[in-house]
């Protein structure tokens, strides 16, 4: 296992996902199961999407081990979606790096938008109690 190793983070709603990258043959492990093997079909696509754009040249040359906790089924699919983006644009240098920005910013930087807290007076973090006069 010499030679490179990249370590990434990304996150997407309450969903955190850390990956370790390393020279390899093209392998990609999400929670140790293969990638390729994630239930639902529209997970699995959006897992892959970053490999599919960057193409094999580069993406056959990874393994990467990926842990995501937290969030729900898409959320976790999205963290995982950029921490695969950043792994591989680390490994392709600067022509993969140019080639996921042209196709999404999203798959290069972690989504920083966060549910907004409940307050006092009120069923959810905006909606006030209704008022029966007037």
């Known amino acids: ?16 996902a850390r990956a370790v990258g390393y020279g390899g043959n093209g392998k990609v492990f999400v929670n140790d199961i293969p990638a390729e093997l994630m239930t639902p079909e529209v997970v699995k696509l959006k897992v892959m999407e970053p490999i599919a754009i960057v193409g094999t040249d580069v993406a056959d040359k990874v393994d990467i081990h990926i842990r995501v906790q937290g969030g729900g089924i898409m959320g976790q699919a999205e963290a995982t979606r950029v921490v695969i983006s950043n792994v591989l644009s ?15 910013r999203r798959m290069l930087v972690s989504d920083a938008r966060r549910t ?10 905006r909606r006030r109690k209704q008022k029966s006069y007037r």
């Open 116 to 125: 907004e807290p409940k307050k006092f007076g009120g069923h959810s973090a």
């Open 90 to 104: 680390e490994f392709g240098g600067e022509g993969a790096h140019k080639r996921l920005l042209a196709y999404d």
């Open 1 to 16: 296992m010499s030679g490179k190793i990249v370590v990434a983070t990304g996150k997407r709603k309450t969903a955190v």
